[in-house]
């Protein structure tokens, strides 16, 4: 079975502090996707990864991806408050059409 | 441009009552996804539509679950006998015709009383 872990599933940080949220998949796939989501609101696409080794940045997020170890990381780095939300990432098989969530990660920055 | 838009927004119904719900896709993308979002749950895959290719109704947890996509744009997804554990967020994505991200619809949100 197809599995797609991430951790921690609730973090709590303070503003400015860094920290990284991890996402574990159980097959092969080089192709990694975060996404993030508002309460009560849909996904919004954050990056895409499709190679590995790719690393990508948006102002204070980082994705990496790490296809040997089948692990990909998104970093926080000096967290705001507006970057409270929930984190998903979702893999895409090599030969599959689905797409694979994680749990998602619960992310609240305290001011 | 227009994102991907879904109706109704909210649905309340009874159980046993049968829904349907609808899903815009923004135009040129030819994939089509349907997800299930149980409160605090990550998504859950339902079926995929790619073209004009047979959709892969894999994820669909019930036959009393069914979709279809109209002229490869326009999809609605029909729960009959809707029951309680029906209740969720339907969430729609589209993607373009290469392999690249969804874009996700804003979500439909079922509660069956």
């Known amino acids: 079975e197809l599995k797609v872990e991430q951790n921690p599933l609730f973090l709590s940080m303070q503003e400015g502090k860094n920290y990284t949220i991890y996402c574990n998949y159980s097959?092969?796939?080089?192709?990694l996707y975060w996404y993030r989501q508002d309460p009560g609101k849909s996904l919004e696409s954050l990056f895409v990864l499709l190679s590995n080794g790719a690393v990508k940045q948006e102002g204070r997020l980082m994705a990496s991806l790490d296809t040997k170890a089948r692990l990909s990381t998104l970093h926080i780095t000096a967290a705001v408050h507006d970057l409270s939300a929930t984190y998903f990432c979702?893999?895409?098989?090599?030969?599959?059409?689905?797409?694979?969530f994680g749990t998602g990660t619960s992310l609240t920055v305290i001011p | 441009g227009a994102g991907v838009s879904q109706s109704p927004s909210n649905k309340v119904t009874e159980k046993g009552k049968d829904v349907e719900l609808r899903c815009d896709p923004i135009s040129g993308h030819t994939a089509l996804y349907w997800y299930r979002q149980s409160l605090g749950q990550g998504l859950e895959f339902l079926i995929y539509?790619?073209?004009?290719?047979?959709?892969?109704k894999s994820g669909l947890p019930s036959d009393r679950f069914s979709a279809e996509r109209t002229g490869g744009s326009v999809s609605t997804l029909t729960i009959q006998r809707t029951q309680q554990e029906d209740s969720a967020v339907y969430l729609c994505?589209?993607?373009?015709?290469?392999?690249?991200?969804?874009?996700f619809g804003p979500g439909t949100r079922l509660t069956v009383l």
């Open positions: 994505a589209s993607s373009p015709p290469r392999d690249r991200e969804q874009f």
């Open positions: 979702a893999l895409r098989t090599m030969t599959g059409n689905q797409f694979y």
């Open positions: 539509f790619q073209g004009n290719s047979a959709p892969d």
């Open positions: 097959t092969t796939s080089d192709r």
